[in-house]
C-alpha cells in the first residue's frame, strides 16, 4: 500500500491568521471566527493580507457587540437556550421571522380594513365586490373582530379560530358561511404576506345535507301568479321570471328591463348580473312568459324596483297569506329546471339555461323529482306548466302555447 504524505506549504501569519502559499501565483488565507471556518483563494500575498485584516477587524467589531449586551438580554439569551434545548437560537429566529414576514404583525382590526377596502378575488383576476356580497363579509368578519380585533395575525391559530366558531354555536350552511369569510380573509393576508399560511384552510366544512327539491304543482303556481297579477303588481315580473326562466334570486335583484328582448326571445344575464361575475348567459323567453311580463316591461330600470331583502320577505309574507299557498325558498328555479328537464328531454339546454357549467348537478338535483303533492313530472305535466298563462289570456281561450323546440 502506498502512503501519501501531506504536502507540506510555507505558512506566513497575519492579523492572527494563516496565509498559505500553494503556488507562486495562489495564496490560501486559513480564518476561524465565531466557530466558522472560511477559507478563500487570491492571487497575491497582499490580497490575502488585507482579507485577513478586515477579518480581524470585523471579529473585533462582534466581540466589542457581544460585551455591549445588557444584563437583561444575556438573562434572555440563557432562559432562550434553557427552552430550545439543543435548538440553535438562530434558527429559532429564521422560524420567527418566517411567521412575521412583515416585521410586526398586524391587528386582525386592520386587516379586516385593509381587506374590505381591497378589490375581490376571481381565480388570478381582481373583481369589484358586489354591495350584497361586501355586507354580508362585513357582517360576518364584524363578529371575527369582536373576539380576535386586537390580537396580531400571528396570534390567530386553527384551533382558535375552530373555538369561536364552536362558542357562537354556528352549525350547518350558517358555520360555513362564517368560516368562508375568515378563510377569505387570511387567503389575502397570505397574498400580501403578513402571514405565511392560512391557519383556516384545513378547518373542517360542515356537510349539508342534500334536502329534496321542492316542486310547487301547477294549481299552486297558477294560484301564486294570477294573485300576484291582480293584488301584487310589482311582484308579478319576478315571480314569472322565476318560474318561467329559472333566473336566481341575486340574479332578479339585479335584472334590468333592458336586458330582456321580446324582438329577439331572449333575457341576457350580463357578467355583473350573474352568480359568478363575468359569466353571461343567455336565456330564452318562453311564449307564455313573454304574455306574463310583457304588459309590466318598461325601456329601462329594475326588474324589481326594491333593494331592501325585508321588502321582499313582507311582500312575499302578505302573498302566501292571500293565497294560503306557501313558497318554498328558491320554488321558482326549482319548478323551472324539473319542469323544462322533463318537457324537453334535453339536459344540456336546460343546463345552458340554468347557467350550471354542467348537467351533474342538473341529474343529481332535479331528475326524476315529484310535485309537493307527490305526482311524478310528466310529460303531460310538465306541457301544462308550460301552458300557464294569466286569466285574461285564459278566458279567451289562449292556453294552448306553442313551444319553440331546441
Given at each position: 500500500?502506498?502512503?501519501?504524505?501531506?504536502?507540506?506549504?510555507?505558512?506566513?501569519?497575519?492579523?492572527?491568521?494563516?496565509?498559505?502559499?500553494?503556488?507562486?501565483?495562489?495564496?490560501?488565507?486559513?480564518?476561524?471566527?465565531?466557530?466558522?471556518?472560511?477559507?478563500?483563494?487570491?492571487?497575491?500575498?497582499?490580497?490575502?493580507?488585507?482579507?485577513?485584516?478586515?477579518?480581524?477587524?470585523?471579529?473585533?467589531?462582534r466581540g466589542a457587540e457581544a460585551f455591549a449586551i445588557?444584563?437583561?438580554?444575556?438573562?434572555?439569551?440563557?432562559?432562550?437556550?434553557?427552552?430550545?434545548?439543543?435548538?440553535?437560537?438562530?434558527?429559532?429566529?429564521?422560524?420567527?421571522?418566517?411567521?412575521?414576514?412583515?416585521?410586526?404583525?398586524?391587528?386582525?382590526?386592520?386587516?379586516?380594513?385593509?381587506?374590505?377596502?381591497?378589490?375581490?378575488?376571481?381565480?388570478?383576476?381582481?373583481?369589484?365586490?358586489?354591495?350584497?356580497?361586501?355586507?354580508?363579509?362585513?357582517?360576518?368578519?364584524?363578529?371575527?373582530?369582536?373576539?380576535?380585533?386586537?390580537?396580531?395575525?400571528?396570534?390567530?391559530?386553527?384551533?382558535?379560530?375552530?373555538?369561536?366558531?364552536?362558542?357562537?354555536?354556528?352549525?350547518?350552511?350558517?358555520?360555513?358561511?362564517?368560516?368562508?369569510?375568515?378563510?377569505?380573509?387570511?387567503?389575502?393576508?397570505?397574498?400580501?404576506?403578513?402571514?405565511?399560511?392560512?391557519?383556516?384552510?384545513?378547518?373542517?366544512?360542515?356537510?349539508?345535507?342534500?334536502?329534496?327539491?321542492?316542486?310547487?304543482?301547477?294549481?299552486?303556481?297558477?294560484?301564486?301568479?294570477?294573485?300576484?297579477?291582480?293584488?301584487?303588481?310589482?311582484?308579478?315580473?319576478?315571480?314569472?321570471?322565476?318560474?318561467?326562466?329559472?333566473?336566481?334570486?341575486?340574479?332578479?335583484?339585479?335584472?334590468?328591463?333592458?336586458?330582456?328582448?321580446?324582438?329577439?326571445?331572449?333575457?341576457?344575464?350580463?357578467?355583473?348580473?350573474?352568480?359568478?361575475?363575468?359569466?353571461?348567459?343567455?336565456?330564452?323567453?318562453?311564449?307564455?312568459?313573454?304574455?306574463?311580463?310583457?304588459?309590466?316591461?318598461?325601456?329601462?330600470?329594475?326588474?324589481?324596483?326594491?333593494?331592501?331583502?325585508?321588502?321582499?320577505?313582507?311582500?312575499?309574507?302578505?302573498?302566501?297569506?292571500?293565497?294560503?299557498?306557501?313558497?318554498?325558498?328558491?320554488?321558482?328555479?326549482?319548478?323551472?329546471?324539473?319542469?323544462?328537464?322533463?318537457?324537453?328531454?334535453?339536459?344540456?339546454?336546460?343546463?345552458?339555461?340554468?347557467?350550471?357549467?354542467?348537467?351533474?348537478?342538473?341529474?343529481?338535483?332535479?331528475?326524476?323529482?315529484?310535485?309537493?303533492?307527490?305526482?311524478?313530472?310528466?310529460?303531460?305535466?310538465?306541457?301544462?306548466?308550460?301552458?300557464?298563462?294569466?286569466?285574461?289570456?285564459?278566458?279567451?281561450?289562449?292556453?294552448?302555447?306553442?313551444?319553440?323546440?331546441?
Open positions: 500500500m502506498t502512503i501519501r504524505r501531506r504536502r507540506k506549504y510555507k505558512v506566513v501569519a497575519h492579523a492572527g491568521f494563516n496565509i498559505r502559499e500553494i503556488h507562486a501565483e495562489r495564496f490560501m488565507s486559513d480564518v476561524c471566527s465565531h466557530g466558522r471556518r472560511e477559507r478563500q483563494s487570491f492571487r497575491t500575498l497582499e490580497e490575502a493580507k488585507l482579507f485577513c485584516e478586515q477579518k480581524r477587524i470585523e471579529t473585533k467589531n445588557g444584563d437583561r438580554d444575556r438573562l434572555d439569551v440563557t432562559e432562550a437556550r434553557r427552552l430550545l434545548g439543543d435548538v440553535p437560537l438562530m434558527e429559532a429566529v429564521h422560524f420567527y421571522l418566517k411567521h412575521h414576514p412583515k416585521g410586526d404583525s398586524l391587528s386582525v382590526r386592520e386587516l379586516v380594513r385593509q381587506y374590505l377596502n381591497a378589490p375581490g378575488k376571481r381565480g388570478k383576476k381582481s373583481v369589484d365586490r358586489r354591495p350584497e356580497s361586501l355586507n354580508g363579509m362585513r357582517k360576518r368578519l364584524g363578529v371575527f373582530v369582536k373576539t380576535f380585533g386586537d390580537a396580531g395575525l400571528h396570534e390567530v391559530t386553527k384551533r382558535s379560530i375552530e373555538e369561536w366558531l364552536d362558542v357562537n354555536r354556528w352549525q350547518g350552511l350558517n358555520r360555513r358561511h362564517y368560516l368562508a369569510a375568515v378563510n377569505a380573509l387570511f387567503d389575502y393576508a397570505v397574498r400580501k404576506e403578513y402571514r405565511e399560511d392560512n391557519p383556516a384552510s384545513n378547518i373542517e366544512r360542515p356537510e349539508i345535507p342534500r334536502t329534496e327539491v321542492e316542486v310547487m304543482p301547477l294549481k299552486s303556481v297558477k294560484n301564486i301568479l294570477n294573485t300576484a297579477a291582480e293584488d301584487f303588481p310589482d311582484m308579478l315580473p319576478r315571480l314569472a321570471l322565476s318560474f318561467f326562466a329559472g333566473l336566481r334570486p341575486d340574479e332578479l335583484a339585479r335584472l334590468q328591463w333592458e336586458h330582456i328582448s321580446f324582438e329577439n326571445g331572449c333575457i341576457t344575464i350580463r357578467g355583473d348580473v350573474a352568480k359568478v361575475q363575468g359569466h353571461r348567459r343567455t336565456v330564452e323567453l318562453a311564449n307564455n312568459l313573454v304574455q306574463w311580463i310583457k304588459p309590466y316591461a318598461r325601456d329601462s330600470g329594475p326588474v324589481w324596483p326594491y333593494r331592501s331583502a325585508t321588502t321582499l320577505h313582507r311582500k312575499k309574507a302578505m302573498l302566501e297569506k292571500e293565497t294560503g299557498v306557501e313558497i318554498p325558498q328558491n320554488a321558482g328555479r326549482h319548478a323551472f329546471a324539473s319542469y323544462h328537464l322533463q318537457h324537453h328531454e334535453n339536459p344540456n339546454m336546460t343546463a345552458k339555461e340554468l347557467g350550471h357549467s354542467s348537467t351533474r348537478l342538473l341529474h343529481d338535483t332535479y331528475k326524476n323529482v315529484l310535485t309537493l303533492e307527490g305526482k311524478t313530472i310528466t310529460k303531460r305535466l310538465a306541457a301544462e306548466y308550460w301552458s300557464i298563462v294569466p286569466k285574461r289570456q285564459a278566458s279567451r281561450g289562449d292556453n294552448v302555447i306553442s313551444l319553440r323546440v331546441a
